[in-house]
């Protein structure tokens, strides 16, 4: 999962800017929207 990488490498990266926090909360959102409405 490209969002789960994601947060991998942001919760790593003890140096991650607010930016790549922002990106990757709203790629789980963004997933989280497909997921409820693909059932």
Do not use: C, K, P
């Not at 790593?12 to 922002?22: F, G, I, K, P």
Request: glycine content about 6%; overall charge positive.
């Amino acid at each position: 999962m490209l969002a789960g990488l994601i947060l991998e490498r942001v919760s790593l990266n003890a140096e991650a800017t607010v930016d790549q926090r922002r990106i990757a909360s709203r790629a789980l959102w963004f997933m989280g929207e497909n997921r409820e409405r693909s059932f």
